[in-house]
């Protein structure tokens, strides 16, 4: 192996380049210094929802391993780390009192990246929300928005002298989709378009928290959306009406509100009363940046099935071991597509996750090329005018990949679960060398 020499030539000055993990997929610890039950451990303890039975009590172990883990991180040479705040951890039933102990730990924690050099981007919301909320609705619930932004409010109450840029939500469509409308994820329901309201109270969450950071002095607030271009299955009008429907609900109804203030027409009378006056505004707070996860394109066909539309395999290229297309030159179609739809509406842009689980091994040559097609693929959208300022890689390391447990491995270091002994990739060591070759 080759180290990534000249791989991060030809980006602007300042091009940040940091890992991705969350709190739920690492800490373990899910009982200790008062944090409560969330989503996520409800769910992984409910027979036959993970595979192999895992659960997430142990996880990485990171609560108790995190100094070697910034270590890791400092040795690599990354610029910045995005965590995920566990929202059980500093109030462990969503709302009033907070618990000092779990933001105790965060604390430590950026004190720890700003020691080493690194910047601090937390999350707030990566899908683990306190049980005792989803006990009242969850995000179905316009309460949880409320109780989003008092939370988010206490957190920077806390680390806002020292940390500036945050991120409100991770991924609200996976989250609606995978969470409350086929139930593959916690909380497990299955509402179908029944989940739509999850969208709406997620997003004014948002906007609410947007506006508690920056009355803290909050200088970059951004939200992270999972972002795919669609393609149709082919030319018939059937399939293009589908993926046109299609990206309306993977993509524009999250992008939309917070860029134009308005939903897709359709999805708006979906939404019907669950919109109330003044909320649109909230959402379009400005925003600093946006976040995009892209992960791969979706191609679709039209379907009468349950849901007029359904993902077709895109043929002809390699597939990570989880079984997702390669298509570096997604990435750039979708960051030209963005400024094509949004124009001066968007905002500049952070790659917040980009990865691919490959099977177990040190030497990991398909993700070197993974994310080395990729970091190219980006190049190309910031010559043709597209202002991306980083790149986050998911992930650290190997970790809890939510209802798949432990078995697809994400990271650039290899976690072995039985010893949780870390052992830096071949990925680790090429990026390592590409970080240390731009610092020359
Ligand atoms: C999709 C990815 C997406 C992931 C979310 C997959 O089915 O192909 O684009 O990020 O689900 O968990
Ligand atoms: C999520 C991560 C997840 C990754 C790979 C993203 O949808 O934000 O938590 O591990 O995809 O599935």
Redesign the pocket.
Known sequence: MVGGVGLLTGFPDGFEVGVSTAAYQIEGAIAEDGRGPSVWDTFSHTPGRIKNGDTGDVACDHYHRWPEDVALMADLGVDAYRFSIAWPRVQPTGSGALNRPGLDFYDRLVDALLERGIAALPTLFHWDLPQALEDQGGWLSRSTAERFAEYAGHVADRLGDRVHRWITLN?PV?HMA?GYAFGGGAPGQALMFGALPVAHHQLLGHGLAVRALRERGATQVMITN?C?PVQPASDDEADVAAATLYDNFHNRLFNDPILLGAYPEFLESLLGDVIRDGDLAIISTPVDALGI?Y??P?RIAASDSDLPFEQRPIEGVPTTAFG?PVVPDGLRDLLVGLRETYGSALPPIYITENGCSTDDGIGDSFRVDYLGGHLGALRQAIEAGVDVRGYYIWSLMDNFE?AEGYHQRFGLVHVDFETLERTPRDSYRWLQTALQERKS
């Open positions: 991924e996976v995978d999972n795919s996860n992960y791969n979706m997702w939510w």
